[in-house]
Antibody
Framework: EVQLLESGGGLVQPGGSLRLSCAAS????????MAWVRQAPGKTLQWVSG????????YYADSVKGRFTISRDDSRNTVYLQMSSLRVEDTALYYC?????????????WGLGTLVTVSS | QAVVTQEPSLTVSPGGTVTLTCGSS?????????PYWFQQKPGQAPRTLIY???NKNSWTPARFSGSLLGGKAALTLSGAQPEDEAEYYC?????????FGGGTKLTVL
């Protein structure tokens, strides 16, 4: 069974940084692209970032490009999202998701999310 | 970047059939957009029902089906159950950009 456990969320001031982690189990982690998707309170889902299997290719939504960095450690079955220069509008529940393939983009299995609140 | 459009809300009677659609501002939705459909209930994480327009996950109830219809992706629910009341989201991929729709709130009443 696929399990994804996010951590690292919390309250941070505007301009601050956070690193989210997602520990994966139940599948061959290195063979799958991973993604981060967020959902602001009462809003729709927003795809944030993705990383292909092998970690050589990463991609970002325009709204986070240059501020967020996705990475993965296949030895730890973990994907990370380093967030810097955080803005109030980055406040959201951040979901980690497994895709369906090494070079896939869409989320298929989801974690329960970790809440990021950006506020002074 | 494309805007992905969904009906804001729909209502279906128990046992009835309803079709939700997912369109793109850039033109017809095709299999090349890899349409996915997700169900989200209040306070829960999303759950993927349909991938690549028509394929079901192992946990997808048989009453849900996906298709491409009239230039849009479509999710059809046949024989609605009270537990199907939820928010439904679609997502499309276009030129490497992944865009979610605004969601459809489905009421079973």
């Amino acid at each position: 069974e696929v399990q994804l456990l996010e951590s690292g969320g919390g309250l941070v001031q505007p301009g601050g940084s956070l690193r989210l982690s997602c520990a994966a189990s139940g599948f061959t982690f290195s063979s799958y692209a991973m993604a981060w998707v967020r959902q602001a309170p009462g809003k729709t889902l927003q795809w944030v970032s993705g990383i292909f299997g092998g970690g050589t290719i990463t991609y970002y939504a325009d709204s986070v490009k240059g501020r967020f960095t996705i990475s993965r450690d296949d030895s730890r079955n973990t994907v990370y999202l380093q967030m810097s220069s955080l803005r109030v509008e980055d406040t959201a529940l951040y979901y980690c998701a497994k895709t369906r393939g090494m070079h896939a983009t869409h989320p298929d299995s989801w974690g329960l999310g970790t809440l990021v609140t950006v506020s002074s | 970047q494309a805007v992905v459009t969904q009906e804001p809300s729909l209502t279906v009677s128990p046992g009835g059939t309803v079709t939700l659609t997912c369109g793109s501002s850039t033109g017809a939705v095709t299999s090349g957009h890899y349409p996915y459909w997700f169900q989200q209930k209040p306070g829960q994480a999303p759950r993927t029902l349909i991938y690549d327009a028509t394929n079901k996950n192992s946990w997808t109830p048989a009453r849900f089906s996906g298709s491409l219809l009239g230039g849009k992706a479509a999710l059809t629910l046949s024989g609605a159950q009270p537990e199907d009341e939820a928010e439904y989201y679609c997502v499309l991929s276009s030129s490497g950009v992944v865009v979610f729709g605004g969601g459809t709130k489905l009421t079973v009443l």
